[in-house]
């Protein structure tokens, strides 16, 4: 039977692990933290809050396959992620749409916008904030300025510490203006929440007599002893070739968390706070599972260079050809498979993550 070891128990790793496990392959997966589900790891506290430790994770996907293999392990509920920005006082839903218009102006305005929006771009369209600021209509120049100053200007300096038109367009292609009347975070066919967490999900995953897991050891310590055949590395590219090349940028992320004495804090699950704060966003997780306790716990989040945790690989050219160096040496390897958000320093959403696996195990 073959003997595989896998690096990094998260999405990425749990999957790889469940399928090669499903193969009648040996697994052990070998895990920094004391908990599995990388950054989607999320917990109950002893007042039955919902708690999503490393910030909101929602699961989307088009993807009919990767649906119906979550779906083989958890239940969704049918929370459907909306998301608002606070700006000048007002909660305007994002991404930017037609109902956005609505609170951020008078009805007369808003009602000019939307003649002119639907005229130009066609209802049910969408354009890139950097591509609507240079649109040739001089009202929607207009509206694009307002929306890229008050929306994605220092929401982005404080994500990035670098303005929209300074990262990889990729970045803010993410969340472009609609002109639709659709609310919808993720315009995606299948969305939701396990229906007790994402952790109960991944245990169910990897709950196999033919996958062993080690948690709180790095991987370093203990691999020369190891046997296996093959090696499945999720984990940081840098750190697998001790920083040989440099080490690779990403934004990383730390949260305040604080339980209040209130069933409900605020008016949705994600509130953006591009203007005001120094924090990205807060975030009430009770909300995601529909929970209505006497308390209930939020998060305020917020990047920098130095602290907290690895959220986002940074996607400009310097890691770029960083990491292509990383990976042309990994060429070398006999048995190695550099793979995840972290070893390919890919943007990959959870749904992208767990379709790479399943494309690798076959
Ligand atoms: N963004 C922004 N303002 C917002 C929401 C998003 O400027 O209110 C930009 C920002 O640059 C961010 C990117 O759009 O990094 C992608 O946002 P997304 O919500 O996809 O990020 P995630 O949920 O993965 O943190």
């Known amino acids: 039977m073959k003997n595989n070891v896998i690096i990094g128990a998260g999405v990425t790793g749990l999957t790889l692990a469940e399928r090669l496990a499903a193969k009648d392959e040996n697994v052990l997966i070998i895990e920094k933290r004391s908990t599995i589900g990388g950054n989607c790891y999320d917990y109950f506290d002893e007042d039955n809050n919902y708690i999503q430790l490393y910030g909101p994770h929602i699961f989307h996907t088009d993807d009919e396959e990767v649906w119906n293999y979550v779906n083989k392990f958890s239940e969704f509920n049918n929370y459907i992620h909306k998301v608002y920005c606070h700006v000048d006082g007002k909660l305007i839903n994002i991404p930017f749409n037609l109902n956005s218009l609505y609170k951020a102006f008078d009805n007369l305005k ?108 790095d991987y370093k310590d203990i691999i020369k002893n190891l046997k296996y055949d093959k090696i499945y590395y999720t984990g940081p590219l840098d750190y697998f070739f001790d920083y040989e090349y440099g080490k690779i940028k990403y934004r990383r992320i730390w949260l305040d968390f604080e339980k209040l004495n209130t069933n409900s804090y605020q008016e949705n699950s994600v509130i ?91």
């Open 110 to 217: 808003a009602d000019k916008l939307k003649e002119i929006l639907i005229n130009e771009i066609g209802i049910n369209n969408k354009v890139p904030i950097l591509k609507l600021l240079n649109h040739k209509n001089d009202f929607i120049k207009e509206l694009a300025k307002f929306i890229y100053e008050k929306i994605f200007l220092y929401y982005t300096m404080k994500q990035w510490g670098k303005k929209p038109e300074e990262i990889d367009q990729s970045v803010t292609d993410r969340v472009p203006v609609f002109v639709s009347m659709d609310d919808r975070y993720f315009k995606c066919r299948w969305q939701g929440i396990p229906k007790n967490g994402f952790t109960k999900m991944f245990e169910k995953m990897i709950d196999r007599p033919n996958i062993k897991i080690i948690l709180s050891t």
């Open 272 to 362: 953006n706070y591009p203007n005001d704060f120094k924090f990205t966003r807060i975030t009430e997780y009770n909300k995601f599972l529909f929970i209505n306790n006497k308390t209930t716990v939020i998060s305020r989040e917020y990047s920098s260079w130095d602290k907290g945790f690895e959220a986002y690989p940074v996607q400009d050219e310097e890691n770029k050809e960083i990491v292509s160096k990383y990976l042309n040496k990994a060429k070398n390897y006999d048995n190695l498979v550099l793979i995840g958000r972290l070893a390919e320093c890919k943007y990959y959403d959870i749904d992208q993550a767990i379709k790479r696996a399943l494309e690798e195990v076959i």
